[in-house]
């Protein structure tokens, strides 16, 4: 084989394994470098799976995504048809605002959709106040529930976002409070609504006519801007989007947290400190990523006992260990889900009672060494502690006893004994009732 052939066949080789490589590389891929947004975050929105991450810890200013957090909150605590009578500081907010009053009243329904829709600040301040009776109250509140929900780098000072130094959160502690904000159908509906009005008040004459400022819904303004997604201009509207929130202030400048679903996949993303109308291109790219780029694989089902534990205990107690809700991954089209390995790990110092529900382990997978998801191992029942456990009660639950056994002549002789004395007690009293009725008669014939 002469020269020029052989370098012609290694060229084919060649080029051969580099179109193989390259098919496992998606259209839909994103690098940190494709975003203008300084911080960033995809996950998934049922498993919490984080898929992308852009210095998503990293604590920034959230401008008035923090009124997700203020709205789940109220909505968890508060009633809708509840009025509020607006304090004598609220209207003085500032920013965005419906124009309140002092003393005006409002539902905590109306306030929580302007709250939502035009951002209004001081509606913010209303409610809070509201709630916790100031907005330092307030404030305490919103870290603790944070810190419940995994936002464990964040730190919030006020309900609605405008400008404090101290006042701070990740793109990821944000994707953590939407996805449990985005499990309320209430906060669900709050988002997805794009027009409300509130009727005449107390204190105002006219209706108020609200209008959302996402640009993801189409007819909203700017939704038909262009922006620049893999090479294409397209229009800012996007169809799957279903909330949720906006903002910007001059130091945190534009932030999106977006949520978008389709054929029973959804995401949540988290843009901070972009530009412009790049935070709905930034969003768009991570969005598309999930939603195209991804394929999703449900490891488990919701109830799959994953592990049974044996208590090292007298009746040598099995508790069937289960998981509450699908474990799903969503992996790269070229990833087999067989080829990720799993860990059980169980709680230390398991004792009885055990509750239905108790979290008793974890099961997590990994793909290689980055782990990909982790949930908790629940009880499946409720098993009870030894102590109303005897020997007796042993006996019968047993499936061991032999039918003549010593302990089965010894019970049958107990309760021969039981019902004896239970016969003859009761003969006793009949022959004491009937003696008492022959004596009754007896006076009575002598009296007559």
Known sequence: MNIKKQIS????????????????????DVKSSDLIAETAVLINEQSGQVLFDKNADTPMFPASTTKILTAIIIL??????????????????????????PNEQLTIEQLLYALIITSANDAAEALAIHHSGSIEAFADVMNKRAAKLGAVNSNFENPHGLP??????????LAMIAKHAMENDMFRKLVTTVRYEIPP???????????????????????????TVRGKKIPIAYEYVVGIKRGYTEQAMNCLVTSAEKDGKSYIS?????????????????????????ATHVLNKKNDTIETVQLNNKRETKIPLIVETDVIVDLLEDIDPASLSSKVTINSNIDLPVSKGEVLGTLAYYNGEQLLTSVPLVSLDDFAGEDLVTELTNFFVTDQRPIFSKS????????????LLLWRSVMTLIRLQGLKRKQKSKQKTKLA
């Open 76 to 101: 968890e605590d508060l009633p809708l048809d509840e009025i509020v009578t607006v304090d004598a500081n609220s209207p003085f907010a500032g920013g965005s605002s419906i124009a309140l009053e």
């Open 408 to 419: 089965w002549f010894i019970y049958l002789f107990i309760r021969l004994i039981i019902a």
């Open 201 to 227: 008040t107390n204190l105002k004459k006219d209706t108020r006519y609200l209008n959302s400022t996402n640009s993801f819904y189409q007819g909203m303004e700017g939704s038909n801007d262009l922006i």
């Open 9 to 28: 066949i290694l060229s084919l080789i060649s080029l051969l394994l580099f179109t193989n490589f390259m098919s496992f590389a998606s259209e839909y």
């Open 270 to 294: 988290v843009v901070l400190k972009s530009n412009g109308n790049s935070m709905y291109q930034d969003s768009r790219l991570l969005l598309d990523y999930g939603l195209y780029g991804l």
């Open 164 to 173: 404090n130094p101290d006042h701070v959160t990740t793109a990821y502690d």
